[in-house]
């Protein structure tokens, strides 16, 4: 596959394509910088912060390493589908990188990464992890020990929470990944509870969230404000009320509460 063709498959903006074609990276420069990604992601990503017109930058060498993925990807018989669905990441990334920064790139090259070294996986609607649990999730439906193979669940954004299609996307991950894997867990503010005080039961949110047991709600970082709103404001005056989830989920966050971020798991359909 040629780089304009992956382009074209992902959908990649053509203002995008051309700043890619501004950034080609040498081989010997693409050869080292690619090594010490696979070697150290992380001291890749911080020498990646670092360097100038780094967003840009980025978009190259990831577009330019996916080239290499297809290649993997065909070995292992994934389809085309799947790479070209998984990779689209990269074009949600690259216009949210225009809307924040007015200039096509990306910003966030850690969450690229899993992409790109095949530990993440889009089957329709949803992204799909396998991980290793780091410690015990206990709920009313059951126990998942530590050490237990999950699959991570994500909502990647661009497309509208889609019910039936969500659930689809499970039954692909069944065929996708076999037996190997006990349960699904998701960390996201989807399922944290408040949003069914503000929601109706009918929502396809709250529908997502009834396929899982949450089991504990945290508040590290205000997710459900920077995906409802797109931004995380100072002032949240300032928030819109386009929708009727900005409108309640707004009042609520003015109350001085935090609508947090639900932790959760459900056990394999079969």
């Known amino acids: 596959m040629e780089l304009q063709e992956l382009m074209t498959r992902i959908h990649l903006p053509k203002e995008a394509q051309k700043v890619v074609e501004q950034y080609m990276l040498s081989e010997e420069e693409y050869r080292n910088k690619k090594e010490l990604f696979y070697r150290d992601t992380r001291g890749f990503l911080e020498e990646w912060k670092t360097s100038e017109d780094h967003l840009q930058w980025i978009l190259a060498f990831y577009l330019k390493l996916v080239l290499e993925v297809h290649g993997e990807y065909q070995k292992q ?26 200039s096509y790139g990306l910003n966030e090259a850690g969450w ?5 070294k095949m530990k993440l996986f889009r089957l329709g609607r949803l992204q799909f992890e396998p991980m290793v649990l780091s410690e015990d999730m206990v709920g009313k439906t059951g126990t998942l020990k530590k050490g237990t193979k999950v699959l991570n669940v994500h909502i990647p954004a661009g497309e509208k929470m889609d019910f039936e299609e969500c659930k689809k996307s499970f039954g692909q991950a069944e065929q996708f990944f076999g037996d190997s894997y006990e349960a699904y867990v998701c960390d996201s ?24 047991e949450v089991v504990n709600v945290h508040h590290r970082f205000p997710q459900a404000e920077q995906r409802i709103f797109q931004d995380i404001r100072e002032d949240k005056e300032n928030y819109p009320e386009n929708t009727s989830l900005q409108k309640k989920a707004k009042q609520y966050i003015l109350s001085g509460k935090d609508i947090g971020i639900g932790v959760g798991f459900r056990f394999r359909i079969s």
């Not at 690229?112 to 790109?116: G, L, V, Y």
């Not at 503010?189 to 899982?212: A, C, D, G, H, Y």
Request: glycine share 4%; charged share 25%; aromatic share 18%.
């Open 77 to 102: 018989g994934i389809s085309e589908k799947i790479f070209d669905d998984t990779f689209y990441d990269i074009t949600i990334w690259c216009e949210e990188c225009y809307r924040k920064y007015g």
């Open 112 to 116: 690229i990464a899993f992409s790109a």
């Open 189 to 212: 503010w989807l399922l944290s509870p408040v949003l069914k005080e503000l929601l109706p039961e009918s929502s396809n949110i709250v529908r997502f969230q009834n396929l899982f």
